[in-house]
């Protein structure tokens, strides 16, 4: 089981505002945000989760990345929807919209966007409605 998850984008500023947005309805949050002051590292990281603990990290330290996916667990279709009209009013592109991928099984139910650095964001609920 992972940890957390993190990796560099291209415009810090622009990527959080996208993720607070996106990840709003999945109850994921920004928990904290880590300055080259604070660590003596280069570059900003800013850490989303739940419950109190980061999982999913951003920094703006080297070369940002494209072409990975990572997906959310959503507790319903109806917060994968949320999920996909926030990421799209926030300026994500639609690379799926919500509806079930029985090729996975049958009760998944996803929908994907491509971040600004053109990353595939999922949000999917395995359980039956």
Not at 25 to 34: K, Q
Not at 36 to 43: A, C, R, S
Request: net charge neutral; aromatic share 12%.
């Amino acid at each position: 089981m992972l940890d957390h998850i993190g990796f560099v984008v291209s415009e810090f500023e622009r990527s959080k505002r996208f993720y607070a947005a996106a990840l709003a309805p999945l109850s994921i949050t920004l928990l904290l945000e880590v300055t080259p002051e604070k660590t003596g590292l280069i570059g900003s990281h800013a850490g989303f989760g739940a419950n109190g603990k980061p999982f999913f990290w951003i920094g703006n330290h080297g070369k940002p990345a494209s072409g990975l996916h990572v997906a959310f667990v959503a507790p319903s279709r109806k917060l994968v929807d949320q999920f996909h009209r926030e990421a799209l009013r926030i300026g994500g592109r639609d690379n799926g919209a919500p509806g079930l991928r029985p090729h996975y099984h049958a009760n998944y139910y996803g929908a994907f966007v491509f971040d600004p650095d053109g990353n595939n964001v999922e949000a999917v609920c395995h359980l039956p409605e």
